[in-house]
């Protein structure tokens, strides 16, 4: 990976607890590479994608969060 790259990472509130993101975001603030987390809709003990982006933001000091685009083609299990 070349220096002037970035990476993202999507999680699912349906597939990790809200909880384990922010704590998850929190221990990743500091890793270069990466830039931004997405958190595509969903809905996981009541909260909303921009709830979790909400503690997710006051949890970091320079990551870039936001909700994810969720695939049209995507099939839930």
Not at 20 to 28: A, G, H, P
Not at 55 to 68: D, H, I, M, N, Q
Request: hydrophobic share 40%; glycine share 6%.
């Amino acid at each position: 990976m070349h220096q002037d790259e970035d990476l993202a990472i999507a999680f699912w509130s349906t597939a990790v607890a809200p909880r384990t993101i922010v704590e998850l975001v929190k221990r990743l603030d500091n890793v270069r590479s990466l830039s931004r987390i997405f958190i595509p809709e969903g809905s996981h003990g009541g909260f909303k994608s921009l709830d979790i982006c909400s503690a997710c933001l006051a949890v970091s000091k320079r990551l870039r969060t936001g909700k994810g685009v969720i695939r049209i083609l995507k099939q839930n299990n």
